[in-house]
């Protein structure tokens, strides 16, 4: 499986700022996602990062308040802006590989005060 | 009616004993399945998938897929307390693009010496 990492791990940030999230992987994948794990809760998909075109996001998540970007195929940014104490969270990044396979890197945990 | 559902547990075994995690799905075009383990404050790590009707062995690990009845499940033999995490079912949608994973609420599991 493909080596992913994030930054930053966790981060503590203001009311009304904005933080950005990087996603690294070691390969070239196909298929970037950006999914949302809060306190004690499941795993919800934020949105599919598409190379070369603009993210997909899920019901629920708009692109003014988690703009992606997807420069290449190794790469990826999920910015969280205009934070408010709900955004606190787990963000997590995962790369499809064959077969629907999909594996998460070491999650951002963000705390908004 | 969730899409993906599981018990949220704790299911607590005893050392060396069988656990079975359960995991039924609403959606009759699903059609991958997946198991993650999650230890406290990890990211989500895949352990086990399966495709077709009956069991998959990997290891302790048997997978069993049932799709008439929509459910799947995770049997783990001689359980060890290192097994002790939240598992996750998840599933992916024949017709949905990409690689988009529905996740149950997750399983607690606690296996005591």
């Known amino acids: 499986s493909a080596v992913i990492s994030q930054k930053p791990s966790r981060d503590i940030c203001q009311r009304g700022t904005s933080l950005t999230i990087q996603c690294q992987v070691d390969s070239q994948v196909t298929m970037m996602f950006w999914y949302r794990q809060q306190p004690g809760q499941s795993l919800t998909l934020i949105a599919t990062a598409n190379q070369g075109s603009e993210a997909t996001y899920e019901s629920g998540f708009v692109i003014d308040k988690f703009p992606i970007s997807r420069p290449n195929l190794t790469f990826s940014t999920l910015t969280v802006s205009n934070m408010s104490p709900e955004d606190s969270s787990i963000y997590l990044c995962s790369v499809e590989s064959s077969d629907y396979e999909q594996y998460f890197g070491p999650g951002t945990r963000l705390t908004v005060t | 009616q969730k899409e993906v559902e599981q018990n949220s547990g704790p299911l607590s075994v005893p050392e060396g004993a069988i656990a079975s995690l359960n995991c039924t799905y609403s959606?009759?075009?699903?059609?991958?399945f997946f198991w993650y383990r999650q230890y406290s404050g990890k990211s989500p790590e895949l352990i086990m998938f399966?495709?077709?009707?009956g069991d998959k062995e990997d290891g302790r690990f048997t997978a069993q897929l049932n799709k008439a009845s929509q459910y799947v499940s995770l049997l783990i033999r001689d359980s060890q307390p290192s097994d002790s995490a939240t598992y996750l079912c998840?599933?992916?949608?024949?017709?949905?693009?990409?690689?988009?994973?529905?996740f149950g609420q997750g399983t607690e599991l606690s296996v005591k010496p």
């Open positions: 959606d009759r075009g699903s059609q991958s």
């Open positions: 399966i495709y077709s009707n």
């Open positions: 998840a599933v992916i949608h024949l017709l949905r693009q990409g690689g988009k994973l529905i």
